[in-house]
């Protein structure tokens, strides 16, 4: 099929690159100076394996860009917008850049067929875009195929998902809706536009309360000298449970869990519907920054409070991805530089950072020379190989926060070798020194 792509972000080129790669022909649109990027097969964002897959698609002659959608779109079969939808100051979906992008078709009279939304967006808003496209003459079916990949493995759940949900209102659009994804070994779940936009949102604020849950139990396990790890294996055993998206740590955070929890806390007020579960899981991640800074004040409790410095270790919301988007290494930070914290950072990806006042170390061991504190905020894999006795020797007062349990038992053993070294973790008594069991990958 020939596929036109709008925005050119995490979603819209993950999309047109692998929808190019398994056949499909794709011309992406963004802005100019995005664009003048990926002609020259350079993603402008850091994704595994993207830069490849991009070369592939555009060597294979079926991936091309350009910035004008009405252009791209005049002879599409169907048209796919994933343009962001940030959130406004109440909480709610911003829906500019959707609106910039349907007014640019219906000034140029181009419209596919279809249009399949794979944006996020608040329940009601394909059906109300097709109201208006059908009102000003259009022949045009707007779809809603929401997306469920994670950054970090984006290519891998773009192209084996483990569903693809299809929300339309007639049997032509699902017919064409089937075609795209016609080449995917994945269950279709076809729905009604209103349950398809709800189903995104459920999932993302499903998983942000039972990543919620995990961080209170982690809280209780403190109490009470448990370890959250072990809990979490032992209550994931049951498949009603499942331990996948359960790792106790500093809270979510990325551009969707906060966003669209908040987007559906709106969606409830605007109906008189209380949401007080949604509320919780957002009360408890609030609380998760401030309450590691009350651990690092605890950690520093013996010493003069002034001419402290800290180094964070992970800046993006998850390892393999450069995304900054309330990443909450950048909210610790910020509590830190408030308190007059001398802060110093370092990530294997992040090269800059929005918060003028951190320095940022290309090297770990430099960064965390004559700290106070090392604070583990992202579980990049690549932290816990290094050398922790080395890491804790270096510091002035060998203090480690491990915010996300990312230290294997080897590498704690090691960094407590070194004189007055102190290990801090999340959920499990220090003293305990086992290793992490294999939950990784679920964010
Ligand atoms: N990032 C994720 O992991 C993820 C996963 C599932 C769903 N989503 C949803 O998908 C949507 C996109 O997310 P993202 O992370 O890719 O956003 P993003 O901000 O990275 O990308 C959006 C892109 O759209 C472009 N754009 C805006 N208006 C445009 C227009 N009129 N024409 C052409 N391009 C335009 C922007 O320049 C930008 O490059 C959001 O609604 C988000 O909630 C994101």
């Known amino acids: 099929m020939r596929i036109t792509i709008a925005g050119t972000g995490y979603v819209g080129l993950v999309a047109a690159v692998c929808l190019a790669v398994r056949g499909h022909d794709v011309v992406a649109v963004d802005r100019e100076e995005i664009v003048r990027g990926l002609k020259e097969g350079k993603p402008g964002i850091w994704e595994p394996g993207l830069d490849k897959l991009l070369a592939e698609a555009i060597g294979s002659g079926r991936l091309a860009f350009g910035t004008d959608i009405a252009r791209a779109a005049v002879h599409a079969d169907a048209l796919m917008i994933a343009v962001g939808t940030p959130s406004l100051a109440d909480g709610s979906a911003d829906m500019r850049q959707l609106r910039a992008a349907f ?51 984006a290519i891998r759940d773009f192209l084996e998902p483990a569903r693809i949900v299809l929300g339309c209102d007639s049997p032509a659009a ?9 080449a995917w070994n994945a269950p279709i779940h076809l729905c009604g536009r209103r349950s398809a936009e709800m189903i995104k949102y459920a999932s993302n604020a499903f998983l942000a309360t039972k990543l919620s849950f995990a961080n209170m139990m982690a809280d209780l396990c403190e109490g009470y000298g448990a370890d959250i790890r072990d809990v979490v294996a032992g209550i994931g055993f049951d498949k009603r449970i499942g331990g996948d ?4 740590g500093v809270g979510y955070g990325g551009s969707c869990l906060p966003k669209d929890l908040q987007a559906l806390q ?37 010493l003069p409070r002034s001419g402290k410095r800290l180094t964070v270790f992970g ?13 909450p290494a950048l909210a610790f930070l910020s509590m830190c530089l408030t308190h007059g914290i001398d802060v110093c950072a370092y990530d294997p990806v992040v090269r800059s950072i929005p918060l003028p006042g951190v320095q940022l170390a290309s090297d770990p ?11 583990i905020m992202t579980e990049w894999p690549q932290l816990a190989a290094l050398d922790w006795h080395r890491i804790a020797s270096a510091m002035r007062t060998p203090v480690v926060l491990d915010g996300r349990n990312a230290l294997p038992k080897d590498a704690i053993v090691r960094l407590l070798a070194a004189s007055g070294a102190r290990y801090v973790p999340t959920g499990h008594p220090a003293s305990a020194l086992r290793p992490t069991p294999a939950l990784a990958g679920n964010m």
């Open 103 to 153: 007014g640019e078709l219906m000034r140029a009279r181009v419209c596919p067929k279809l249009v399949i939304v794979k944006s996020t967006v608040p329940i009601g808003t394909c059906e109300e875009w097709g109201t208006i496209l059908r009102r000003e003459g259009f022949d045009t079916e707007v779809a809603y195929n929401p997306e469920f990949m994670r950054q970090g493995s």
């Open 245 to 248: 998206y359960m790792q106790a």
């Open 315 to 327: 800046l993006s919301f998850k390892p393999n991805t450069g995304d900054l988007r309330e990443a």
């Open 266 to 302: 709106a969606a409830g007020r605007a109906v008189g519907c209380p949401l007080p579960l949604l509320d919780a899981a957002k009360q408890v991640n609030d609380r998760r920054i401030p309450a590691l800074f009350d651990k690092l004040l605890a950690a520093w409790e013996e």
């Open 365 to 375: 061991y430099e960064a965390a020379a004559a700290s106070d504190a090392v604070a």
């Open 174 to 182: 699902a017919e064409r809706l089937r075609r795209l994804y016609a």
